[in-house]
């Protein structure tokens, strides 16, 4: 049998479709970066002669190897980190009040300088397990969670993120399963707003053990702190896990059932099929070229 | 008619399979095209808005993100698809429904319906010893063994991932009837099931009924409805000399209509397909890669 001859209108037809796409895609992606350009601009820094001053000296990179301490990571701060601060439009001064003098001598700079804004979230976290000083090493401050000269306005996904993948920094597993394993976590995780997050269920500046008898994920009070978005949660909501192992192979033994269930008709669909599949393909590859090797 | 389709096809008009003149036999009804349609875009769409969902560290999803507008968009998008999907599978079991009630389905177990029997075993040894060389071809009826198990895969796979889905979309009303560990599963059923149904789409059905160097890029049978006669007694024998035997209504002469539109939209939808099926498959694969590191560790 002759091979049958592509038609260049057919071609032609794939390759108008296939533009079409990429230009339908385009567009798309334009509308978006279109309306990403339009959203609010952050508050800039109002260039006082103080701000520029610390600047001139801080947004040299080498400024971060040249100190030792612990938070000489923070002292890099260039025009843009302000920028996308909240605290941006402040005087470095207005937190830095310590400081005096451009060589200055203290380092201990802005310790307890976000209490005078922010008092309410400093009382909950005096009274909260991470005021609590223990061996497990250095307890988070402010800074730890918010960070310091680039803390995003609170309203925005950069924010929402930021607080929960500083959770993450200390709870690496409890995280993982969270945003690895978890939707609503994968969906938080790339900035999704509508979706619990850590906080959510924990608390903020005030959190506390969960066998703490007024943790909001105590077992006494977790079905209510479900109920704050899953109003009609039956009694046994509480039982769906929400730090989910990402492992192929959960400890759960009903759940690793339902996982090796699935990956062995992932792996045997595909193994058969792929196999059957192939030797089609090659059958009418053969046949349409008028290649021997073909039983007619 | 019945002259025309008496007499033996020429093999000219064989080599041209476009050709106005060519008789063709009414496969499928407007409305299973029109299933397979709104089928087809949801399933597209649940893709391009699901994967980036579970696999957002790639570069793809990134890039997705842009076009649904955010995570919480091609959430919000997933769930509009979900229900075009579902819809599909409620489109299907009305047309099902017509069809026995109207008499048009009388033998769906028999060698030309659409339920598996055991000659489908006998046509796949037969079919494996053909594709290789080693025999003649399996008489096939209308439907082969691959496209049955394409529609019951689709069948299953619309249960599975609509009812975990539904278990994901609606937590609360699934934890009143399910227990509290069968949602986390639903999260499972539904990850794996989403790369089982995307990978068996967008590779197995591709390759098998529209890639194929016969039909190249296309098999336009899922937009007209009508296959040419010599592809029916090319590809379904035993369907064939059924047709032939019992003088059915069912061959026509062809329709002369443009192709261009179905080469277009299958285009794009095919090249979308393959190159999120490239995508997903090596992000799946560095995840899988990665765990297995773990574990042996």
């Not at chain 2, 990134?62 to 091609?74: N, P, R, T, Y």
Request: aromatic share 10%.
């Amino acid at each position: 049998m002759r091979s049958v001859p592509l038609d260049p209108r057919r071609i032609r037809a794939i390759v108008t479709g296939m533009t079409l796409t990429a230009t339908l895609l385009g567009v798309q992606v334009l509308i978006g970066s279109a309306a990403a350009a339009q959203e609010p601009s952050p508050p800039t820094i109002s260039q006082t002669s103080g701000s520029s001053e610390c600047v001139g000296c801080h947004a040299d990179p080498a400024i971060q190897t040249a100190t030792p301490g612990r938070f000489r990571e923070g002292l890099y701060v260039t025009h843009g980190t302000l920028a996308e601060s909240v605290h941006g439009i402040f005087d470095c001064t207005s937190c830095h009040s310590a400081l005096t003098g451009t060589m200055h001598e203290r380092r201990d700079a802005a310790q307890s300088s976000c209490v005078r804004c922010h008092p309410d979230q400093a009382e909950a976290f005096a009274n909260g397990m991470h005021a609590e000083v223990t061996d497990a090493g250095p307890q988070p401050t402010c800074v730890t969670c918010h960070g310091s000269h680039g803390v995003p306005p609170v309203d925005t996904p950069a924010f929402d993120t930021r607080a929960s993948r500083e959770c993450q920094d200390c709870h690496n597993e409890m995280g993982d399963r969270f945003f690895g394993g978890n939707p609503f976590g994968m969906e938080t995780h790339r900035g999704g707003m509508n979706v619990a997050t850590c906080s959510d269920c924990h608390g903020a500046h005030g959190v506390l053990a969960a066998d703490d008898p007024a943790s909001p994920v105590n077992r006494a009070n977790i079905l209510e702190t479900c109920r704050q978005c899953h109003t009609n949660a039956p009694d046994n909501f509480a039982d769906i896990r929400v730090h989910v192992e990402s492992s192929p192979f959960p400890s759960d033994p009903r759940l690793r059932m339902v996982t090796l269930y699935m990956l062995l008709i992932l792996v045997g669909t595909f193994g058969f099929f792929g196999y059957h599949t192939v030797l089609g393909i090659k059958h009418e590859w053969r046949k349409t070229h008028g290649l021997p090797k073909v039983a007619r | 008619m019945s002259a025309t389709l008496d007499e033996p096809i020429a093999e000219e008009a064989e080599l041209q399979p476009f050709d106005e003149q060519t008789a063709v036999v009414k496969r499928f009804s407007f409305w299973a095209r029109a299933t397979h349609a709104v089928l087809a875009t949801s399933v597209f769409g649940l893709v391009l808005s699901g994967m980036p969902l579970r696999y957002p560290g790639t570069f793809w999803a990134k890039a997705l993100f842009v076009v649904w507008s955010g995570a919480d968009g091609a959430g919000a998008w997933h769930r509009v698809f979900a229900v075009g999907f579902m819809s599909a599978g409620a489109m299907h079991v009305l047309g099902v429904i017509a069809g026995i009630a109207s008499g048009r389905f009388p033998k769906i177990f028999g060698p030309d319906g659409i339920m598996l029997r055991p000659t489908d075993v006998r046509h796949l040894a037969e079919n494996l010893r053909y594709l290789r060389g080693h025999g003649p071809r399996p008489e096939f009826g209308r439907f082969t063994y691959l496209e049955k198990f394409d529609y019951f895969a689709e069948v299953w796979g619309l249960l599975v991932i609509g009812l975990s889905g539904l278990v994901m979309w609606f937590p609360a009303r699934a934890a009143g009837v399910l227990p509290g560990w069968a949602v986390n599963a639903a999260v499972i059923f539904h990850s794996y099931e989403g790369l089982l149904a995307m990978g068996f789409l967008f590779s197995i059905h591709f390759f098998n009924t529209h890639l194929r160097p016969e039909v190249f890029p296309v098999d336009e049978v899922i937009f007209s409805g009508d296959l040419p006669l010599h592809e029916v007694r090319d590809r379904y024998p035993g369907w064939y000399s059924r047709l032939m035997a019992e003088g059915s209504g069912r061959v026509l002469p062809e329709r002369g209509r443009s192709r261009r539109p179905a080469a277009i939209v299958s285009g794009a939808f095919l090249s979308v397909g393959l190159v999120m099926l490239v995508m997903v498959m090596l992000a799946a694969l560095a995840e899988g890669a990665r765990s297995m590191i773990d574990l042996l560790r």
